[in-house]
């Protein structure tokens, strides 16, 4: 921790009357973050303003609110919040996150401040980038996250990136630094839970300075990506003009050029949000550009869509009105009518609450997305087609569940399977090859 006191104070360069923000959420990492920030600001008398978010999911967030507050008022510190009312979907992590960042952005330039601090430290970089190559991502996606980001006005710093979480315990007990804990981190649903609890532990015991070499890692791929981009940067003007890809110029290029187009591309739209991207959504989209067909598009995630017409190709992102929503499928989400899927390894039942898929037949990865108007789909043991809307009728769906009513799909947009309603000719009997099974409760 020592370290990264240092380090502010002698790389950063904090000025008398700097303004600075800290993003604070009341765990352990934000409050010795915090605590750490208050011990410049007696030497240096800056302006320190504490941006806090309620989350407003659990009930002990009314009182790490107020318990950040106290904190902040006793020591002279500027507290601000927001409380989150309504998520647009159920994809919770990765909302929140926007939203943190967005306010973070508004109270940076409320105040004219300089730097945004966050709490991310050594143990989070290790988790990310551990995460990040078992779900494949960017050359960059699997850097996990830097030190310093200039965002033009302002610098986002995490200083703490040097530093491992029993660092930063040891930091709260030894400064007396109060903090409060989030139950949910806890969790195994929670696949950064998972890493944190079971996976981390055992690169840890093999190196105690493991986070540095991460970090290290982390470095040399945010170079070679910086030095690969600079050479695609050269090309993006005549292949890549006012956004809209001209596959005649992109197909002259060796596949690493194109497929560091395609990351360039996906960048642009995800931005800080790259762990919603894989490799396989990269690979989707360049047979889609490679494909024969004139017209065609696929989905991916967050109402993005990423079309092909004849010799161009863009990605949009579509606005998310009302009801509507479009999540990834990966392991389990909660989707907002309340109820769950979860990708299960076995099943002994076979009614419509489950669903048996082999991924040879249809195209990877799956999303769940509430209906579109003229859905339709191939109904087990039927011929053609049957609208969506008149198996709701048939089955007495209101139109209130309806508009919340998952659809699963798969990435070209084929409707696999209509959740606790209606199986799909991709639905598998318990004896059929599949290897994919999926619950709905």
Known sequence: MENAYNYLMEQVGIKYGDTIVVGVSGGP?????????SRIKKGLDIQVICAHVHHNLRKESDE????????????????????????GDDNFHNEARSIRYNYFSKIVKKYNAKYLFTAHHGDDLIETILMRIVRGSTLRGYSGFSKVVNMGEYVIIRPLINVTKDEIYEYNKHNKVDYRIDASNAKDVYTRNRFRKYIVPEFKKEDDKVHEKFYKFSRTLLDYNDYIDKEVQKKMKKIFPQNVLNIEEFNKEEYVIKMKI??????????DDLMLITDQHAKLVYNLIQSNRANVKIYLPNNVRAIKSYNTFVVVQDEILNSEYEIELINYMNLPNGHNIEV?????????????????EITLPLHVRSRQNGD????KGLLGRKKINDIFTDEKISTSERNLWPVVVDSTGVIVWLPGLKKSKFDKLKNEKCDIILKYY
Do not use: P
Not at 29 to 37: E, F, K, N, P, R
Not at 64 to 87: A, S, T
Not at 344 to 360: E, G, I, M
Not at 376 to 379: G, L, S
């Open 376 to 379: 339709k789909m191939y109904v």
């Open 64 to 87: 790490e609110k107020k318990f950040v507050e106290c904190f902040c008022r006793n020591l002279g510190i500027v507290f601000e919040w927001h409380k989150i009312e309504d998520y």
């Open 344 to 360: 299960v390894k076995s099943a002994t039942l076979d009614n419509n609450f489950y669903c048996r898929l082999d991924s040879s």
């Open 262 to 271: 395609i990351y360039y591309i996906l960048e642009q739209i995800y931005q």
């Open 29 to 37: 990492d934000s409050m010795a973050l915090l605590h750490l920030i």
